[in-house]
């Protein structure tokens, strides 16, 4: 009878034990036959076997005995002595591993055994452990080290299924967390927060803070970061061209108002400035004059002094009048050399000064000795016409 005694981590970990049993078939000849025991006939990780004896010749081998698991791998392997016939068993793999290369280092590990907390290998250190590390996710058993995208990703899928080695939840110091992925530098629309990209405010294309933008979603445009639809003030829609982003610019020094383009121009100034060329200067240029909306231009006379409209002499078929060159004079006004003469005492319209065509009520027009005069009673030998023509 022999005695197989096994550890009882052994006997647990046996489906089966497979016993080589050395046979002699004649003188020097020799061969093996092996038994299938289930794990049933293992009793307290004792077996036992009846019936058996050594070899009779001198040259016996002793009983090998080996211990399969249900995956048929070889876990332990008997260490027979010649003098005992009790045989102990040493694992070839240290547990909670299935099966290594060396004691140490583990190619699988015992998945379904209650005693055995360690279920995964950890392919970075191949061992088994208990859990996947931080920086690694579970996938058929074992634990890989995630992405190098990521720092840390999905180590379980629900109930602990397999994680994902790109969905990541946090990055390197030289990455960006968003939305499971890890960036070099905030898309559009997020900033830097602590190793996280964060949503800018509404509107906000790009950020430096929550509440701080640096540029905004067409057709908004930028102001004292805070995106508008409508700029204040005194500021004006400017197109920046180097990365295509509206922006509201102030207008520029002394301009009260401007355009857009890619350089504000002023259309209207401050007070004591003048308007030439789009730009607001303290005083016109090249010998225009300021006009009456301060705008520079050249002078409307043939002469003038301090502004464009103050004119002190006129040309062609204008004459002046109070500063101004004029096409035609106004009522009791004629044009002579250029110039807007008052018309004689009382006359509404004359031609020269001596020339009264109408009269202002209730003169009368009298022509005597080649003039037309407005007189307020007609003279000896005259009387007033009936159809006289009158101005009020």
């Avoid at 401007?258 to 259309?267: A, M, R, V, Y």
């Avoid at 004059?289 to 050249?298: D, G, I």
Wanted: hydrophobic share 25%; net charge positive.
């Amino acid at each position: 009878m022999l005695s197989i005694s096994l550890s009882s981590k052994a006997s647990a970990l046996a489906s089966s034990l497979r016993v080589f049993i050395p046979l002699e078939y004649g003188v020097g000849g020799y061969g093996s036959h092996s038994v299938l025991l289930p794990n049933s006939s293992l009793v307290s990780g004792t077996l036992t076997l009846s019936g058996l004896t050594n070899p009779s010749t001198k040259y016996y081998s002793p009983f090998l005995f080996t211990v399969y698991d249900g995956s048929n791998n070889a876990i332990a392997i008997s260490a027979p002595t010649d003098s005992s016939k009790t045989y102990s068993f040493k694992l070839s793999c240290s547990l909670p591993c299935q099966t290594c290369t060396t004691a140490t280092h583990c190619l699988s590990c015992y998945t379904a055994i209650s005693w055995i907390p360690e279920v995964y290998l950890s392919t970075s250190s191949n061992t088994c452990v208990d859990r996947c590390a931080d920086g690694t996710y579970l996938t058929n058993g074992q634990c890989k080290p995630c992405d190098p995208s990521c720092k840390t990703c999905l180590t379980y899928g629900t109930a602990y299924s397999d994680g994902s080695p790109t969905t990541c939840l946090s990055c390197s110091s030289s990455k960006l967390l968003l939305s499971n992925q890890c960036y070099s530098s905030c898309p559009l629309g997020y900033y830097a927060n602590n190793l996280v990209c964060s949503a800018c405010m509404s509107n906000c294309l790009t950020c430096t803070s929550r509440n701080q933008c640096a540029s905004c979603q067409a057709p908004l445009a930028y102001y004292s970061q805070q995106c508008l639809s409508v700029c204040p003030g005194g500021s004006v829609y400017y197109l920046n061209i180097s990365n295509s982003q509206t922006y509201c610019v102030g207008c520029p020094s002394n301009c009260q108002l401007c355009t857009s383009s890619s350089t504000p121009t002023c259309t209207s100034c401050s007070a004591n400035y003048y308007l030439s060329g789009g730009a607001c200067v303290a005083s016109c240029p090249g010998g225009l004059l300021p006009n009456l909306t301060n705008v520079c231009v050249a002078c409307q006379c043939n002469t003038c002094s301090m502004t464009s409209y103050n004119c002190t002499s006129c040309s062609g078929s204008k004459s002046l009048f109070q500063r101004q060159c004029l096409l035609q004079c106004p009522t009791g006004y004629y044009s002579a050399s250029n110039l807007c003469a008052a018309c004689s005492s009382n006359c509404a319209q004359c031609t020269s000064s001596t020339r009264c065509l109408y009269c202002y009520l209730p003169y009368l027009l009298s022509n005597q000795s080649g003039s037309s005069l407005c007189v307020s009673s007609c003279p000896p030998s005259t009387i007033a016409s009936i159809g006289a023509t009158f101005s009020y």
